[in-house]
């Protein structure tokens, strides 16, 4: 297999995984030379009790909490990154805590670079390698199995007067340590445990067959798809199973390292932010719906790359050629997600069919769109988003 002439690994961040890992959060943030602290979460994450052992470990470290922002809404916000920057310059706070799935983790991302660096979210740091200089610290603690945010150089964020995901991508918004704690997805139900796991196996298959692939992302890539066939189903059946929950965090985790790496991962996630921005459509149903029809759409483009994930997909292909491998392989994708009960069409899931137009314009100017195998036109864009809304 041809090597790509450049490509660049860079993954800086602490990862601890542990059962009650999260007890350390304040020694950990002892360790990065922190003075004071602010916890952003959600409401789910504090009525589920989650983030009592994380706000114990600051209050009994030399750390000073000063605050616990509790209301990140369930698709990250401008909006809240600036309230919450706010927050933390008037009183000092050179540590942001994030607890929570890939919306609270991106917000603090957000907050993190008005925090650090000031100036205006949209008009000075939306793109790719903006941010001049390293920001205020940052832990990140997800409550999911699904984004991989914890090590994702990236964050996608809702600005909601226009309704468009906008993107930041920046070494800077790495954080600096990620806590992997399964006792911290034990509660989730099985309806999210199944949409977020969806979310890491999408950014798996897809970085695996994206233009921008590599061997360091082909390498986590590869073993995600295999965990994440094996776990999920266990996780979403007994969310008690404290191994296949703590299977399912380290393999969105390491599906987060091969998004990161690879950076455009491809057309379906393109038109799930599309979908999530201009819907009630989350991300990982948005994935689960798409996934199926763009590897369809790409099957001809990377014919050798599905068929290379025949045995991680559990697979047997003996005797067959590329083609009919690749296809097999596609046909256990969509099986795997079809189990899990979620909606079929964008249109079941509550997006209005005559937005089609509309999201194919916001993801043919996705930055997740380049790297798809097969390059995508808008009205090949527009024909799918038309079968998924009809
Ligand atoms: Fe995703």
Redesign the pocket.
Known sequence: MPLKEYFEFYAPTKVMYGYNVVQDTGAEAEALGCGAALILTDEGVMGAGLLEKVRKSIEESSVELVDVYDAVPVNSEVEVCREIAEIGRKAGVDCLISVGG?SVIDTGKGANILLGVGGDLLEDWQGTHLVPEPLKNHIAIPTTA??GAEVTLGAVIKHTPAGQKVTFNSKYLLPDVAMLDPGLTESMPPGLTAATGI??L??AVESFSSMEHSPPSDAFSYYCVRSIMENLPIAVEDGSDLEARGNMLVAANLAGMA?STTLSIGAC?AM?HAAGGLSPVT??VA?AIILPVVLEFNMEYCTDRYAALASATGVDVSGLDEFEAAGRVIEAITGFIARFGMPRSLKEAGADPALAERMTEEAMGDGQMYGNPREAEFEDILALYERLLS
């Open positions: 890939g699904g984004t979310d890491a999408t950014h998004l996630h799930a991300h990982g994935n």
